[in-house]
T-cell receptor, first 114, second 114 residues
Framework: GNSVTQMEGPVTLSEEAFLTINCTYT??????LFWYVQYPGEGLQLLLK?????DKGSNKGFEATYRKETTSFHLEKGSVQVSDSAVYFC?????????????FGQGTILTVHP | KAGVTQTPRYLIKTRGQQVTLSCSPI?????VSWYQQTPGQGLQFLFE???????NKGNFPGRFSGRQFSNSRSEMNVSTLELGDSALYLC?????????????FGPGTRLTVL
C-alpha cells in the first residue's frame, strides 16, 4: 500500500533560519503530493501541492519539488518566522483509484523562537 | 466563498453511547472525506462520499458509518462508543474530480469519550 514518511521531529529553529522537512513516499501508482499545515486548535490548511514529476509547489515562501527518482517531496523555506510554528504534514493522493483518500505522514512539529 | 464547516466543535460522550457529527462542504464541492486524528495513530482515512454514494472506505470497524445528502452535506455516526474513539474528527471537501483531488479541511470536531 501507499505510505508517507516524514523526518523525525520536533524541529526547533531560530527566526530567519533555513527550514527543511524531509518527506519520502511509496506508492503503487503516480500520486499527487501535498503539504498541509495545522495550527493549534485548527484543522489542516493546504500549504502547497505538486501533481507531476519535477513540479515545484510554492506558497508563502515555502517550496517543495516532486522528485520521482528519489520518491521525495521535501519542504523548504529560506527564512522562517515565529508565525510558522505549527505541525506540518506531507500527504499523497493516488489519482484514479483512491477516491477522496489522502495518506499522511506522521507530522513534524516546528517551533520557531524569536 | 465560505470554507468547510463542522458541527459541533466539541463533544463529550460516555462509553456505549452513539454520536453524530456534521460537515458542510464548500459550495459546489460534491466530495466529502472523513478522517480521524489521534496522537498515536495520526491522521487516518475513514471514508469518502460523492453524490450521496460511498466511493471509498478505510480500515475502521462497522461502528463508524456515514452518509451524504443531496446538498452534499455529510454526517458521520459512531455507535457504541469506546474510549479509543476519543479523537479529532476532520472532514474535507473537494470537487470530486479524481485528477485534481485537492482537499480542503474543516476545523474538526473534538470528541472525548469518558
Amino acid at each position: 500500500g501507499n505510505s508517507v514518511t516524514q523526518m523525525e521531529g520536533p524541529v526547533t529553529l531560530s527566526e530567519e533560519a533555513f527550514l527543511t522537512i524531509n518527506c519520502t513516499y511509496t506508492a503503487t501508482g503516480y500520486p499527487s503530493l501535498f503539504w498541509y499545515v495545522q495550527y493549534p486548535g485548527e484543522g489542516l490548511q493546504l500549504l502547497l501541492k505538486a501533481t507531476k514529476a519535477d513540479d515545484k509547489g510554492s506558497n508563502k515562501g515555502f517550496e517543495a519539488t516532486y522528485r520521482k527518482e528519489t520518491t521525495s517531496f521535501h519542504l523548504e523555506k529560506g527564512s522562517v518566522q515565529v508565525s510558522d510554528s505549527a505541525v506540518y504534514f506531507c500527504a499523497l493522493s493516488e489519482r484514479g483509484t483512491s477516491y477522496g483518500k489522502l495518506t499522511f505522514g506522521q507530522g513534524t512539529i516546528l517551533t520557531v523562537h524569536p | 466563498k465560505a470554507g468547510v464547516t463542522q458541527t459541533p466543535r466539541y463533544l463529550i460522550k460516555t462509553r456505549g453511547q452513539q454520536v453524530t457529527l456534521s460537515c458542510s462542504p464548500i459550495s459546489g464541492h460534491r466530495s466529502v472525506s472523513w478522517y480521524q486524528q489521534t496522537p498515536g495513530q495520526g491522521l487516518q482515512f475513514l471514508f469518502e462520499y460523492f453524490s450521496e454514494t460511498q466511493r471509498n472506505k478505510g480500515n475502521f470497524p462497522g461502528r463508524f458509518s456515514g452518509r451524504q445528502f443531496s446538498n452534499s452535506r455529510s454526517e458521520m455516526n459512531v455507535s457504541t462508543l469506546e474510549l479509543g474513539d476519543s479523537a479529532l474528527y476532520l472532514c474535507a471537501s473537494s470537487t470530486g474530480d479524481r485528477d485534481t483531488d485537492t482537499q480542503y479541511f474543516g476545523p474538526g470536531t473534538r470528541l472525548t469519550v469518558l
